[in-house]
């Protein structure tokens, strides 16, 4: 519970600060229009002049105050992430793989101008998170906002598109599993990126079916850490580098002989439990498997190792 409530809380001030920027963006036009007024007006109109120097004075103490508070280096850093990272991954929509996959460089070019252009479509409401969401102006877009519009260049997408591949492949590149070993169960936890997994078996016989049959949940942090530091970022982040190939491996490594079932997942496990598949169709199952699930009167789970001889 109490991490939910802090997620709240950060998406609020990710809004209130949404709305600052476009506040800010707002008092730069109003300024620039009061000055450009201030140029026309002649020595004698007073009372206009008056008028403007009163208006000048306030937009200018506005624009101070605006400025102060949007004067937050780490939260712009992290709503620009947010945005690059949301405009690139629409960009590679064709992969199933991290948005910053090694595989992003090979193209970059084209991701870089195409999140770009998707960024100039891009409305606050977008960057401010779901909570207490205020901004909701369509009249204007993220790299129009002063505070933003640098770092949303196509250099720094390049820029941070580089830096993120680096980051991610270093820690994906990490080796140290951390393991806990249990009756019949087991979780392994990628120490730097800090996924992990829970591993189960059920060694009550059913007719029919051959071996001992485990299962195991999506790597997400839901599994408790056995390490007490906080994690190192959203799981989500660290999705489709071939981490979880890695855990599916080492889990099945400490828990020998025993078949491991697949149920429906999301792409990126599909992929890897088709990966796995086909390295020992005995051990690992696959539910999208044509020859296995057309093999009677059990499919998999009523074929011995030897039966996989004829596996494709
Ligand atoms: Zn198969």
Partial sequence: MREVRLWDEEERRRANYVDDLVRHADVLKELGSLQRRA??????????QLDLRRALR????????????????ELRRTIVAALIGRA??????????NTFHPEVLDELDRVVAAARSSLERTTPAAAGGFQGMTTHRKDVFVTQLPALAELLDEAAIRAYSVDTVEALARIASDEEMLTWVGDDQCVVQHRASGLRQHFWADRVPVPGRIGVFGATNARTYKVASLVDE?????????VGLGIGT?????????MPGVRWWSSVAKAPA?????????EDPY????SECTWCYEQ???????????AFAQHP
Wanted: glycine share 6%; net charge neutral; charged share 30%.
């Fill in 88 to 97: 690139v991954s629409q960009a590679r929509q064709h992969s199933h793989r």
């Fill in 270 to 278: 599909v992929a890897v439990r088709r990966r796995l598949h086909a």
């Fill in 246 to 254: 890695r855990l599916y491996r080492a889990g099945a490594e400490l």
């Fill in 296 to 306: 009677t009167p059990e499919g998999w789970a009523g074929l011995p190792r030897e």
């Fill in 58 to 73: 306030r937009t200018e103490d506005d624009l101070a105050r605006v400025s102060a508070q949007i004067d937050d280096p």
């Fill in 283 to 286: 051990i690992w199952h696959w």
């Fill in 39 to 48: 140029q026309t007006v002649r020595w004698w109109q007073l009372a206009e």
């Fill in 230 to 238: 906080p994690d190192p970022g959203p799981w989500e982040c660290f």
